[in-house]
């Protein structure tokens, strides 16, 4: 089992840029493919980006695409989720997850899928 802890999220001003950070707690994170997940008031949780073991193999929903970008540095045992020209309907609470990969280019989409979860960190959006 690994710890996960988000950092990085906050009041953003719409149209401006973020960075949410995610620390995983254990000497094998370059085995571990990674997820971000959001949950806003109401809705069902959702992925908004997936990244394999390997760090160049990327997923993005439909909805993510353009503005997201989802990227890991192994040194730092950390990935990271940029989000640009930030809307209104990206405000929610963002989790990662990370789940052991048997292969280095596989990253998973499905929530059920992961199996270690952050506790989050919310982002309120400003008009």
């Known amino acids: 089992q690994v710890q996960l802890v988000e950092s990085g999220g906050g009041l953003v001003q719409a149209g401006n840029s973020l960075r949410l950070s995610c620390v995983a707690s254990t000497h094998t994170f370059s085995s571990y493919a990674m997820g971000w997940f959001r949950r806003a008031p109401g809705k069902e949780r959702e992925i908004v980006a997936g990244i394999s073991r390997s760090g160049d193999r990327m997923w993005y929903p439909d909805s993510a695409k353009g503005r997201f970008t989802i990227s890991r540095d192994d040194a730092k045992n950390t990935v990271y989720l940029q989000i640009n020209s930030v809307e209104p309907g990206d405000a929610a609470e963002y989790f990662c997850?990370?789940?052991?990969?048997?292969?280095?280019?596989?990253?998973?989409?499905?929530?059920?899928?992961?199996?270690?979860w952050g506790q989050g960190t919310q982002v309120t959006v400003a008009l």
């Open positions: 997850a990370a789940r052991v990969a048997t292969s280095p280019f596989i990253f998973y989409r499905g929530s059920y899928y992961y199996t270690d």
